[in-house]
């Protein structure tokens, strides 16, 4: 029980922070102190996520845990074809974004999203990034049925969607009528299974 506590801990500690760090508040707030400073700020903000990823993933890697259910070969080939199935999604989802910026080799620009992008992927969910990162710790959690994987795919699946919600929030305030038609048709993480009329 201490180790569930322990890593869905981490996760709390993990989301928080980088939901603070990725908000308007804290970025405006960093430009006020350092006027240069959003230059370097997603760079800057990337590795750190990445380190606190990859020392969760450790502490995960590393934390004796019991199974929740015996593995089998082919709930470990379901979850591997989950997971590469949602790296599919993400690298589908990746086209509407530049890369250089995502990651901060080039100067990232808030406001240059003048239009809602409804095209590709995003025609069938609303959310590709988290249908696909659902897909991979899904997956890997059946690969690896333990405790702590099970914790983690719960911690994941609660903070996406709290995040959606707060994502939306800010895409109707900023596209309006726009987005509350796109909300209407396209769902959210899960596409539709769309039937052919003859």
Not at 23 to 43: A, N
Not at 50 to 75: M, Q, R, W
Request: glycine share 6%; charged share 20%; with cysteine.
């Amino acid at each position: 029980m201490s180790e569930i506590l322990s890593v869905s801990t981490y996760w709390l500690i993990y989301f928080f922070l980088h939901s603070l760090f990725a908000s308007t508040w804290m970025k405006d707030k960093v430009e006020s102190v350092w006027p240069d400073g959003l230059r370097y700020y997603r760079i800057v903000y990337n590795l750190l996520s990445s380190a606190g990823l990859l020392y969760i993933l450790f502490h995960l890697a590393t934390t004796p845990s019991e199974f929740v259910f015996a593995k089998h070969e082919y709930l470990q080939f379901t979850g591997l074809a989950l997971s590469t199935w949602g790296l599919i999604i993400l690298k589908q989802s990746f086209r509407h974004y530049s890369i250089r910026e995502f990651l901060g080799l080039r100067q990232y620009h808030e406001q240059s999203q003048l239009s809602l992008a409804i095209s590709g992927i995003l025609n069938y969910v609303r959310h590709p990034l988290y249908s696909g990162t659902i897909l991979i710790v899904g997956g890997l959690f059946l690969f690896n049925p333990k405790v702590l994987m099970l914790a983690t795919f719960v911690c994941v699946v609660v903070y996406i969607l709290i995040g959606i919600q707060l994502e939306e929030r800010k895409l109707e305030k900023e596209f309006g009528d726009q987005y509350r038609e796109y909300k209407k048709k396209v769902p959210m993480l899960i596409p539709r299974w769309k039937r052919n009329h003859h």
